[in-house]
């Protein structure tokens, strides 16, 4: 297995996964993306991301049976492994923590200083 660590874009990549389960394959989860950040993200960013996770062992995949809607080809469908879920729950549990450390007078500062 490769390094646990996860990277924002990864972060979010695996989160979809879960959000799109059990119909999460590479479109969908572009789609996804582009539609919950409106951000522009490549399909192949979206192929690199997955690929990256399923060596972490944070995804397994399989491929679905083939339909004639995608001319007999198959769709390689995402799900969640438990060590993607400890990933996940590490992640949230960091940013929680270092969110709750924020004294509440650096918020309030930096929604009074705008640029």
């Known amino acids: 297995m490769k390094g646990t660590q996860l990277g924002e874009?990864?972060?979010l990549?695996?989160?979809i996964v879960g959000v799109l389960y059990p119909e999460a394959y590479g479109l969908s989860i572009r789609e996804e993306i582009i539609n919950q950040t409106k951000r522009k993200v490549a399909?192949?960013?979206?192929h690199s991301a997955l690929s990256r996770l399923e060596e972490k062992g944070f995804l397994?995949?399989?491929l679905a049976d083939a339909t004639h809607e995608r001319g007999g080809r198959r769709?390689?469908?995402?799900?969640i492994t438990a060590e993607g879920k400890r990933a996940?729950?590490?992640n949230h549990e960091l940013r929680n923590s270092l969110f709750s450390q924020?004294?509440?007078?650096?918020?309030?500062?930096?929604?009074?200083?705008s640029f």
Do not use: C, M, Q
């Open 102 to 113: 924020i004294p509440d007078v650096a918020l309030k500062l930096a929604r009074v200083v």
């Open 9 to 11: 874009f990864e972060e």
């Open 13 to 15: 990549v695996l989160l």
């Open 88 to 90: 996940l729950e590490k």
């Open 43 to 46: 399909i192949g960013a979206v």
């Open 75 to 79: 769709k390689r469908l995402f799900t």
């Open 60 to 62: 397994d995949s399989n």
